[in-house]
């Protein structure tokens, strides 16, 4: 035997083969021979080792050394620098969350919480050589059982293991042995259900193509157990690697012995042939994979008789996937007991699972049963890329459903999948994201099911085809009042009557969509509306349905580029009458929906409307009012909310008067967002605006103090608009809260607009994550702080503040600290003199999806504070506001209108703490529901405009504008503002990156007119 210095492990997955292992192989073998060094490192092609997003990848044994995405050129670095220089080629290394390299495989999160039982060899040896699956116990496990266990042993030692079948169903797969074992009949067929048909599922694959080797084996254990001297492997055409790999590996395991006649000398005869499958999906369906194995059309057949008794040919056969096979070699070897200490009480061992879709781990997984599935999602699969929300985890593939985020801490056992209402399935786990619609994503697997339907029945056949035509007409905007009922109960029916498992669970992504989606569903039904931007029928372009005010964005950004700024504000205005403030402070979900983003980066959507906002206050026009309708409005609260239904209203010809509990207009505008990043004399011009539309401010009128709902309605009022916002803290609770110098963050920044007070030392601690928190801290190094921390008790991707607001801060010299909450604030004299802080760890999740934080016990310190600024959120004051008898803020969705006939609420009073776009389109939608309630026909209204782009659209890559910013230290010497407004020619740049995504082509080739709805 040859011995090596170092053995060059070569991923050879099908990923890795796809994405250039092999020319990674051959480079790495030239250069070894090159530097002289085939005596010393021998190169081995493996099966997958897993993270498919990291390949090509080599591991580098002993050393245990990882590296990934290699290149013919990464090759010979690692020859030249690692396998003959020693040292680590550090720029092929994964890097963790920090940016530190990660040397070792085990040492990789991926890796780290996964248990191998299945997958114990697959990315370890070559599957190709049964001598490195010998030395790996290879064929150990038949041997015992040849010579030191009965059939009924075997059995029972698996029944034992508590082993069940991992091909979907979940039966034990020591009971189904046992009724093979017991059936009458001769001679007995043991077959390998290797047609894994799946969407995004791999796993059996692997294994054959990695491992081949523990299945063959395992197989002929089977076959000692239940009687039968011949095999089958049931294999989908669309696999030739592994079909390669295994008709290899029989011929290997035939020469050796250990197939054939007299098995090791035991007396024992057993061989295996393959049978290859024209890839049909019914034919996962064990019945039906029977008739296609025998050569007939794959159709299920009624159940009983079970294959067990009459099976292939009509006699007993026992039937399990690759992955309950690649199971059974450990348990024989190392005893039911080990192998049921992994798992839950009811699911043992392990389970391997294909995670795709949106994550950024993506590939095989091994995991113990009851492994929660956030931890999955989060812990090895690295969470979802781009800084995207989790939606929802698709088990069981189209048989199965959907999780959303509220059960991540679901522990992922054929128990509580199937009280959730999906199933383990063959272990494919597909990951969405926000981006997803939920409506489309179970129509694409209906579709997919309709599609695979053998039609042998009626209820798969037909069934399933009615309920596609509901789901497509439901995306294409067609949908009706009872289309979900319907899908209801063709679903019921479909599962009730089909004949094989599959038409069985055929409906589950509909119904699972339904269950905990359905708001999208009614979105698509009720408001014509795709909340995801997926559905093209139902919008005109992703950002303008990701604004929550419905902007149409495509339209003027075009007529930026046409240089006509005066119908670029006008377009603004249609849905949203603060475009310079927006332009400034909008967290801009558009951009996130920028399709450019494909390309190379999303559009400066907000940069833009800042441009020709700023514009327009340089050159501004009077709004255009309708004639007065003789009928009296009052908005109560001069916020963006109230602000915006005064203004639309107003231009409607009602006459609208606002009144205001402060001293100045703009609400939280006003008080809450630094004069930094929101000027007082922009918020000043865009409310004179609103004012020149007719609309009247009255300051220093509080509702329950200066006035009441009845003394409106006394004076005339037609409607009332209750916008007052969220203006109360949450409280801190901790001890010292009340000692002097402990601000909230709202108070904070209300007294620093309004310039009253502040009392700031030179050290402050901000404790939260929120914008309002970033805020505090940027104002209080302003107003003198020479230190500032902020303690927030998530991770900086959790954070709610916007990204670049964290950034500018950092510059300015705020300090973060993540992971930590405090305990206590620190007083003497009282006064703040400290404050002490423990440090957090990432717990389970909540049921939005984010992870909670626990303390680390002993972790605790203090540090010297003058001051401490909580921004911990806010909430709905309702307890000045005198009320009528029987009224609330509770509102009706539709309307927006209170228990009160007449009386209208919206904004963050009902909603909580919303984003400025969000209260802005919460005031139009109110807008629209007082004209309506006053006999208006605002709601009727429907703009129709010409899409077309009379100019070239570039698609090539282009550099998204870079918006300049004063440098940090003039910032923080004053409260000048940080973001200048684009130059017209960056404007103009940046505006021919726009993809026009608006403008859609008709069949005869023709650009639509396309409409906009109020």
Not at 317 to 342: H, K, M, Q
Not at 430 to 456: H, N, P, R, W
Not at 559 to 584: H, L, Q, T, W
Request: a neutral charge.
């Amino acid at each position: 035997m040859e011995f090596y210095r170092k053995h060059v492990l070569v991923c050879g997955g099908g990923g890795c083969i796809s994405s250039g292992c092999i020319k990674v192989k051959d480079r790495l073998l030239n250069k070894i021979e090159e530097m002289n060094l085939s005596s010393e490192i021998k190169v081995i092609i493996t099966g997958c080792m897993g993270p498919c997003h990291l390949g090509p990848m080599v591991v580098i044994y002993p050393d245990g050394v990882l590296y990934t995405k290699v290149t013919p050129e990464g090759a010979e670095k690692i020859i030249e620098k690692h396998l003959f220089l020693g040292e680590i080629v550090e720029e092929l290394l994964i890097k963790d969350s920090n940016g530190t390299p990660i040397i070792c495989k085990d040492e990789n999160p991926f890796f780290a919480k996964q248990v191998k039982i299945a997958l114990r060899n697959v990315g370890l040896i070559d599957p190709m050589n049964i001598e490195e699956y010998i030395a790996a116990d290879g064929y150990r496990a038949l041997a015992k059982v040849l010579f030191t266990m009965k059939p009924e042993d075997v059995i029972e030692e698996i029944k034992k293991s508590g082993l069940r079948g991992r091909g979907g169903a979940g039966f034990l797969t020591g009971l189904k042995w046992s009724f093979t074992a017991k059936a009458k009949g001769s001679p007995k067929y043991v077959l390998c259900n290797a047609d894994e048909g799946d969407p995004g599922a791999f796993m059996d694959r692997s294994i054959l193509e990695g491992d081949p080797h523990s299945v063959i084996e395992a197989m002929a254990i089977a076959g000692y157990a239940v009687g039968s001297n011949q095999g089958y492997v049931y294999v989908r055409a669309e696999y030739p690697l592994a079909v390669e790999r295994l008709k290899h590996a029989i011929e290997q395991a035939r020469e050796r012995g250990l197939l054939g006649k007299d098995i090791l000398n035991s007396g024992f005869d057993f061989d295996i042939d393959i049978k290859v499958g024209a890839g049909a999906f019914v034919c996962g369906e064990e019945t039906a994979l029977i008739a296609s194995a025998e050569g007939k059309r794959g159709e299920p057949r009624p159940k009983p008789p079970f294959p067990a008794n009459e099976g292939f040919l009509g006699k007993p056969t026992l039937i399990n996937n690759v992955e309950t096979y690649a199971n059974i070699c450990p348990i024989i070897l190392r005893g039911a007991d080990w192998f049921s200490g992994y798992g839950t009480e009811n699911s043992k061992g392990t389970k391997v699972f294909a995670l795709a879709g949106k994550i950024k781990n993506t590939g095989l997984v091994e995991v113990p049963m009851g492994t929660a599935l956030g931890e999955i999602i989060y812990d090895i699969g690295g969470g979802i890329p781009g800084g995207k929300k989790f939606k929802a985890a698709q088990t069981g593939g189209p048989s199965g459903g959907c999780i959303p985020k509220k059960y991540l801490n679901t522990p992922v056992d054929y128990e509580s999948l199937k009280e959730l209402g999906t199933i383990m399935g063959s272990g494919g786990l597909i990951v969405v994201d926000e981006d997803t619609c939920m409506v489309d994503f179970a129509k694409y697997f209906l579709q997919f099911v309709q599609d695979e339907s053998c039609g042998k029945c009626a209820p798969c056949r037909l069934g399933t085809k009615r309920m596609l035509e509901i789901m497509e007409r439901i995306t294409r905007g067609e949908g009706k009042e009872g289309d979900i009922e319907r899908l209801i109960e063709l679903g019921e029916i479909i599962k009730e009557t089909a004949l094989c498992g599959l038409g069985q669970t055929a409906p589950n992504p509909v119904l699972s969509t339904i269950r905990y989606f359905r708001d999208e569903y009614e979105a698509h039904i009720k408001y014509k509306k795709c909340p995801a931007s997926v559905c093209a029928s139902l919008f005109n372009s992703p950002c303008q349905n990701a604004c929550p005010a419905g902007v149409e964005v495509p339209l003027y950004i075009s007529a930026i580029r046409m240089k006509d700024y005066e119908k670029a504000v006008s377009i603004i205005r249609e849905n949203n009458p603060f475009p310079a403030v927006c332009g400034r402070v909008c967290n801009h979900p558009c951009e996130s929906k920028c399709r450019r983003a494909q390309i190379d980066e999303p559009l400066a959507i907000r940069a833009l409307k800042r441009f020709v906002a700023d514009y327009d206050m340089k050159n501004p026009h009077l709004p255009v009012v309708k004639k007065a309708k003789g009928k009296k409005i009052a908005v109560i609260g001069s916020g963006p909310a109230g602000l915006t239904a005064a203004y639309y209203l107003a231009l409607e010809g009602y006459s609208v008067t606002v009144f205001e509990a402060l001293p100045i207009a703009g609400g939280m505008l006003a008080i809450g967002i630094p004069e930094y990043r929101l000027p007082k004399d922009v918020l000043k011009s865009e409310i004179e605006h609103i004012k020149s539309a007719g609309v009247e401010i009255h300051l220093n009128m509080a509702l329950g103090k200066d006035f009441t709902i009845e003394d409106l309605k006394y004076q005339g009022y037609d409607a009332i608009f209750i916008a007052i916002g969220a203006q109360k803290d949450i409280r801190l609770d901790i001890p010292g809260q009340e000692l002097y110098g402990v601000y909230s963050a709202l108070e904070f920044l209300k007294k620093a607009n309004l310039n009253e007070y502040i009392d700031i030392g030179k050290k402050v601690a901000v404790i939260g994550g929120g914008n309002a928190a970033v805020d505090a801290a940027r104002v209080a190094l302003r107003k003198g702080a020479k230190e500032v921390n902020v303690f927030y008790r998530r991770g900086p991707d959790e954070m709610p503040a916007l990204p670049e607001e964290v950034k500018d801060a950092i510059e300015e010299g705020v300090k973060f600290h993540f992971y930590t909450a405090p305990i206590r604030i620190i007083g003497e004299g009282g006064k703040v003199i400290g404050i002490e802080i423990i440090r957090m760890k990432p717990a389970d999740f909540d049921e939005n999806g984010r992870r909670k934080t626990v303390p680390i016990d002993g972790s605790s310190f203090s540090i010297k504070v003058d001051n401490v600024i909580c921004a911990l959120g806010q909430q709905v004051d309702l307890g000045a506001i005198k009320v009528p008898k029987g009224m609330s803020i509770t509102i009706d969705k539709e309307t927006m209108e209170t228990s009160i006939p007449g009386v209208f609420a919206g904004g963050d009073c009902v909603t909580g703490p919303s984003t400025v776009i969000e209260a802005i389109a919460s005031g139009r939608k109110v807008a629209l529901s007082i004209d309506k309630y006053l006999g208006g026909n605002m709601y009727e209204k429907k703009n129709y405009c010409s899409r077309t782009a009379d100019y070239e659209i570039y698609e090539e890559h282009r550099n998204r504008c870079t918006t300049v910013k004063l440098k940090a230290q003039e910032r923080i010497d004053s409260f000048k503002e940080v973001e200048l407004t684009l130059e017209e020619s960056a404007a103009y740049e940046e505006a021919c990156r726009c993809l026009r995504c608006d403008v859609k082509q008709n069949e005869e080739d023709e650009v639509e007119y396309a409409k906009s709805y109020n």
